[in-house]
C-alpha cells in the first residue's frame, strides 16, 4: 500500500519511513502541507497518509479537510499525528476529517494496528466501490433494455393500430352500404352488429395511436397564457355534440382570470377525455361540475361526478390503459384510453393527477394540477419545463 508520511521534522519522518518500509509499503515523504498537497493530486495518489499536525503552509487538519472535501475517489485514509491530548483537540481533528489520532510519542506497535485497521477500512470501500460500478453498469443496461423495450412497444403498437385501421375504413364503409340497401330487416340487424364492431375497433386502434403520440410527444407550451375556462368551454360543447346527455348538467366554474401554461391542444385533449369518462360514469340525470382554484404557480382542476363512484382499489388502476371498472366491461364504445391518455399530458407538464371516491354509487373526483400563466399574454420559459 502506498503511505505518505508528512512532517517537517526530519528524526520523526525518517523513523516512520524506515517502520513502513520494514513492513513492505510503498512509502513517500512531504516536509510541508503543500508538497504533501500536491502528492495527492498525482494520478496516483498515496492511499493513507501519516500527517503531522503542524507542518508548513498548510496545517494538518486543514489538509484533512481540504482532501475530505475532494471528489476524488477513493477518499485516502489520514492519520493525524500530534503530541496534543486535550480532548477539544482530537474533536477538533476527527471534525475536520481525520479518520484516526496518533500522540506523539507513539509506539511501533500501535502504529502498525492502526495502519492494518486503515487497511482493512480501504478495501471495504474499495469493495463497495467496485459493488457501485457494477450496480451502476447493471442498472445502465437495464436501463438500455427497458428503453428498448419501450421503443418496441411503441412501434408495435403504432403498426398494429395502423395495419388494423386500413383494412376497417373501406369496410366500414361497404358495410354502411350494405345496410342502406338492405331490404331484409334481420339482415339489417346482422349488419348493424357488424358495423358496430368494425367501429368499435376502429376507435380502439385510433385511441391506441393517440395514447403512442402522446407518449411520444414533447411537452409543447404556449407563447402565451391560455385561459383555462375558454378552453373548457369548447371541450364541453364537443361532448354536447357528440355525446347523448339527455338530462345531465355540466358546470363550467373555472374562474375566468385562471390561465395555464400547456399548450391549447394537449390541454383539451386531456379535459375532453376527462369529461367524457364523466358522462360514462353518470346517470341520464347525473351533474358533472369542473372547478379550479390557483396556488403557487399551480392551478389545481377538479372533475366531479355523482355517478358510479369507484372502490378503494380501483383508484390507481383507473388510469391504466384499457382499463374499465366491472359496469363498463359491456360498453364497447369506451376502450378504456382516455384516462392513460390524460394522465400522460398531465405529467408531462409537471403535474399529477389522482382519482377520488367515497366508494360505489357516490360519485368520482378527479384532482390534477397543471402549471400557471398568471397573466394573459406573459412570455413563457420553455426551459423550465425542458421542452
Given at each position: 500500500m502506498k503511505i505518505l508520511v508528512a512532517d517537517d521534522d526530519a528524526a520523526t519522518?525518517?523513523?516512520?519511513?524506515?517502520?513502513?518500509?520494514?513492513?513492505?509499503?510503498d512509502v513517500c515523504a512531504a516536509t510541508d502541507g503543500h508538497e504533501a498537497w500536491a502528492l495527492f493530486c498525482t494520478p496516483e495518489p498515496p492511499q493513507l497518509a501519516i500527517i503531522d499536525w503542524q507542518m508548513p503552509g498548510i496545517e494538518g487538519p486543514e489538509l484533512c479537510r481540504r482532501l475530505k472535501r475532494g471528489t476524488r475517489l477513493p477518499v485516502p485514509y489520514l492519520i493525524l499525528l500530534t503530541a496534543r491530548k486535550?480532548?477539544?483537540?482530537?474533536?477538533?481533528?476527527?471534525?475536520a476529517g481525520a479518520d484516526d489520532f496518533m500522540i506523539k510519542p507513539f509506539h511501533a506497535a500501535e502504529l502498525r494496528a492502526r495502519i492494518n485497521a486503515g487497511s482493512r477500512i480501504l478495501a471495504l470501500q474499495q469493495s463497495i466501490l467496485a459493488a457501485n460500478e457494477q450496480l451502476e453498469e447493471r442498472v445502465l443496461q437495464r436501463t438500455r433494455e427497458a428503453e428498448r423495450l419501450m421503443k418496441f412497444r411503441e412501434s408495435l403498437l403504432q403498426h398494429l393500430s395502423h395495419d388494423l385501421k386500413t383494412p376497417l375504413t373501406p369496410l366500414l364503409s361497404m358495410l354502411s352500404l350494405l345496410r342502406e340497401t338492405e331490404p331484409d330487416a334481420e339482415r339489417r340487424q346482422m349488419l348493424d352488429l357488424a358495423l358496430g364492431g368494425a367501429r368499435t375497433i376502429h376507435e380502439l386502434a385510433g385511441g391506441v395511436l393517440d395514447l403512442c403520440h402522446?407518449?411520444?410527444?414533447?411537452?409543447?407550451?404556449?407563447?402565451?397564457?391560455?385561459?383555462?375556462?375558454?378552453?373548457l368551454t369548447a371541450v364541453l360543447a364537443q361532448c354536447a355534440a357528440e355525446h347523448e346527455l339527455a338530462g345531465r348538467s355540466l358546470r363550467n366554474e373555472i374562474p375566468d382570470d385562471l390561465c395555464v401554461r400547456p399548450d391549447p391542444i394537449q390541454m383539451r385533449r386531456a379535459l375532453g377525455c376527462l369529461v367524457e369518462n364523466a358522462i360514462h360514469?353518470?346517470?341520464?340525470?347525473?351533474?358533472?361540475?369542473?372547478?379550479?382554484?390557483?396556488?403557487?404557480?399551480?392551478?389545481?382542476?377538479?372533475?366531479?361526478?355523482?355517478?358510479v363512484g369507484l372502490e378503494e382499489h380501483q383508484l390507481q388502476d383507473?388510469?391504466?390503459?384499457?382499463?374499465?371498472?366491472?359496469?363498463?366491461?359491456?360498453?364497447l364504445s369506451a376502450p378504456g384510453l382516455g384516462l392513460a391518455i390524460a394522465r400522460v399530458i398531465i405529467e408531462r407538464y409537471g403535474g399529477w393527477v389522482r382519482a377520488e371516491s367515497a366508494g360505489r354509487g357516490r360519485g368520482t373526483t378527479f384532482r390534477f394540477t397543471l402549471p400557471l400563466s398568471n397573466i394573459k399574454g406573459e412570455t413563457i420559459d420553455e426551459k423550465s419545463f425542458g421542452c
Open positions: 519522518s525518517l523513523m516512520l519511513r524506515e517502520m513502513l518500509r520494514k513492513w513492505n509499503h486535550d480532548h477539544e483537540d482530537i474533536a477538533r481533528g476527527l471534525d402522446v407518449e411520444a410527444a414533447l411537452p409543447a407550451l404556449s407563447p402565451t397564457g391560455e385561459k383555462l375556462r375558454t378552453m360514469a353518470t346517470s341520464e340525470t347525473g351533474q358533472i361540475t369542473i372547478r379550479a382554484t390557483a396556488d403557487a404557480g399551480w392551478a389545481t382542476v377538479t372533475v366531479a361526478d355523482d355517478g383507473i388510469f391504466e390503459p384499457f382499463y374499465k371498472t366491472d359496469e363498463s366491461r359491456h360498453d
